[in-house]
Each structure stands twice: as structure tokens, then as C-alpha cells.
T-cell receptor, first 118, second 116 residues
Framework: GAGVSQSPRYKVAKRGQDVALRCDPI?????LFWYQQALGQGPEFLTY????????KSGLPSDRFFAERPEGSVSTLKIQRTQQEDSAVYLC????????????????FGAGSRLTVL | DAKTTQPTSMDCAEGRAANLPCNHS???????VYWYRQIHSQGPQYIIH???NNETNEMASLIITEDRKSSTLILPHATLRDTAVYYC?????????????????FGTGTLLAVQP
């Protein structure tokens, strides 16, 4: 598609429920990122994929957070046993990747999925 | 990655130039300066980047000081639609990642309010 697509745009979950957030990156983009953005804050890095390989998950706040990108395209961020502090906007971004580029690596972001945990 | 410092907020009159400053005094020689902005309820949007020369595109101009310790993003004729949070980020050149994650690290940015 023309841009990064995320679904659902809004999700309300009861505390303790599991949620899954989907990201469709731009076709052909090698790199995929997940960010978490709390109200009034800048986006915080969660995890990074290069194709299907998860190369960096240093930003995942706990083992309740899990991300996958099994075929190197669509990615899913799963949050198990949601807590109120998980309420945030979850942003997905993709890029062509750095290999072979001579310029900067520009990330294209989706509109985000807003998660509210009650 | 070098840390950046930006004012929390700024106002600008519609039609006037908006000049957004950023300090990055610990920037290394192989780090680019990036600017992104985030309009309410949207994801961040790339604006411009530069290494050491001034840059201009259809959205903005980027002025980097000779010592590279600071930069200014210029929106030449601000409109109400330019009201957003503007993030200044420094990041290692792609060729120098050496396999490390090429993630962007955001601060809290500058909230630019364009007034009618």
C-alpha cells in the first residue's frame, strides 16, 4: 500500500485481557519498528525487525509484550494480561533499511493503535 | 546517540517564518540531524535531515551551525496545519550502523502553535 497501515485504530481492553495489534508496512520495506507513546510523551522504542528477524527487543517493557513478523512483512504486537499502564498509542514504522543506502534512513509511521486498558 | 535539547513550546503567527532551534552539542562526526513532526492523532512524519550542509526541501529548510553543535528548522510560511510537535533527533549514518539497530530515539520535542 501507499503507507503504513495499523489496526485496530482503537482498542479498549479490560485489565488482564490479551490484545493483538497489527501493522502492515510499506511493501518492500525491510525494516520495521514498534514504538509506544504515552500521553504527552515522545514515542519510545520497543522493538525492531529486519525482514523476519527480530534484531532488537531491548525496549519491550516486560515479558508480557511479544512481537513477531513471521514472513518479513506484516507484524503483530501482542500484549498479554494487559495492565492499566499499558494504555498508550502503539506506533509502527517501516523503512527501506540501511543496507546499500548512502543517505539517511527515513522511517514512515502509521497512524497508530490507541489502547485503553480499563 | 547524541542527546538533543529543544524548547518545550513556541508560538508563531500564521504566514510568518517559524524557526525551531535544537542543541546537539555532543554530536559526533558520523551523526545526521533529523527532524520529524507529529500532528495531533497522527504518527510522526519525516521533514528533513542533514549532516553538515544546510538543506532545503518542499517542506522546510535546515540550518546546521559550522561546529554542528546546533541546528534550526525553518518553516518559511507557517500555516495553521503546521501546528504540531517537532522532534529533533541525531542518528548515526546508515553506513556506520555496523549491524546495530537503526532506531530513532525521540525526546519530548517542541510544540509549535501557529496562531491565526
Amino acid at each position: 500500500g501507499a503507507g503504513v497501515s495499523q489496526s485496530p485504530r482503537y482498542k479498549v481492553a479490560k485489565r488482564g485481557q490479551d490484545v493483538a495489534l497489527r501493522c502492515d508496512p510499506i511493501s518492500g520495506h525491510v525494516s520495521l519498528f514498534w514504538y509506544q507513546q504515552a500521553l504527552g510523551q515522545g514515542p519510545e522504542f520497543l522493538t525492531y525487525f529486519q525482514n523476519e528477524a527480530q534484531l532488537d527487543k531491548s525496549g519491550l517493557p516486560s515479558d508480557r509484550f511479544f512481537a513477531e513478523r513471521p514472513e518479513g512483512s506484516v507484524s503483530t504486537l501482542k500484549i498479554q494480561r494487559t495492565q492499566q499502564e499499558d494504555s498508550a498509542v502503539y506506533l509502527c514504522a517501516s523503512s527501506l533499511g540501511f543496507q546499500g543506502t548512502t543517505g539517511a534512513n527515513v522511517l514512515t509511521f502509521g497512524a497508530g493503535s490507541r489502547l485503553t486498558v480499563l | 546517540d547524541a542527546k538533543t535539547t529543544q524548547p518545550t513550546s513556541m508560538d508563531c503567527a500564521e504566514g510568518r517564518a517559524a524557526n525551531l532551534p535544537c542543541n546537539h552539542s555532543t554530536i559526533s562526526g558520523n551523526e545526521y540531524v533529523y527532524w520529524y513532526r507529529q500532528i495531533h492523532s497522527q504518527g510522526p512524519q519525516y521533514i528533513i535531515h542533514g549532516l553538515k550542509n544546510n538543506e532545503t526541501n518542499e517542506m522546510a529548510s535546515l540550518i546546521i551551525t559550522e561546529d554542528r553543535k546546533s541546528s534550526t528548522l525553518i518553516l518559511p510560511h507557517a500555516t495553521l496545519r503546521d501546528t504540531a510537535v517537532y522532534y529533533c533527533i541525531v542518528r548515526v549514518k546508515p553506513q556506520d550502523y555496523g549491524g546495530a539497530t537503526n532506531k530513532l530515539i525521540f525526546g519530548t520535542g517542541t510544540l509549535l502553535a501557529v496562531q491565526p
